[in-house]
């Protein structure tokens, strides 16, 4: 699973392939300690437009009764996104790419739970992870203009020395094509993304509590 992320505003946005947002990506807030619940920087298609839209994390379909859905929708498993009803509708024709500085997982340890964060290699570098979104829900009490998913996949490569799970990773240039895929290819494009040169420290456990949220997070700790 993916249960928290990093977003800073991107370094050089004016070379990202979306002119028009240039803007909207350095103005993104620095967020160190994102979690479910919480608004992202998301992109999708709106209307016909690329948008940098601010989100909701966790997934709420027009059919959902309570926000509450929305603690177990964070997260949509590649294996079964197409088949489940709270993701399907979106699969078909909501795509969204998440960029971020880079997520967290906890390993288990004998003394308990140790947090880990995994960026790439090129620490400037942004990671982009594929996700679903859904349009603002008439419960949504929050300034966001709807919600989202991040689709997760067996891990593999470095991720897997933390946790079993990891994101769907998206290479900048397949992003835009993410966006607007029709369903029958959807599938098979995911399937065959390819993993980013990453890295993997961990960093103190203060990162369990949601009220701390300051670039100290990300920071590598020596183990003892």
Not at 181 to 195: A, D, I, N, Q, V
Request: glycine share 6%; net charge neutral; proline share 9%.
């Amino acid at each position: 699973m993916c249960g928290r992320f990093a977003q800073l505003p991107l370094q050089s946005p004016n070379r990202l392939p979306w002119p028009a947002l240039t803007d909207a990506f350095a103005a993104l807030p620095a967020r160190y300690n994102l979690a479910p619940s919480q608004n992202a920087g998301v992109l999708i298609h709106r209307d016909g437009q690329t948008e940098l839209a601010s989100l909701h994390w966790g997934l709420l379909p027009f059919w959902a009764k309570e926000l509450s859905l929305g603690s177990h929708t964070f997260n949509a498993r590649l294996e079964s996104v197409n088949e489940k009803p709270a993701f399907r509708a979106a699969f078909k024709a909501r795509h969204a790419a998440i960029p971020m500085a880079g997520y967290y997982e906890w390993k288990a340890m004998p003394e308990g739970k140790q947090p880990y964060f995994i960026h790439s290699e090129h620490k400037a570098d942004t990671l982009w992870i594929a996700g679903l979104w859904e349009p603002r829900h008439a419960l949504q009490t929050d300034t966001s203009t709807g919600s989202f998913t991040l689709i997760t996949q067996a891990a593999e490569g470095i991720p897997a020395e933390v946790h079993n799970r990891m994101p769907v990773f998206i290479e900048q240039r397949d992003v835009e094509d993410w966006l607007g895929l029709s369903p029958g290819p959807s599938m098979p494009f995911l399937l065959t993304r390819s993993l980013p040169p990453l890295k993997v420290h961990p960093v103190a456990k203060r990162v369990n509590k949601g009220v701390d949220d300051d670039a100290g997070l990300i920071e590598p700790i020596a183990l003892l």
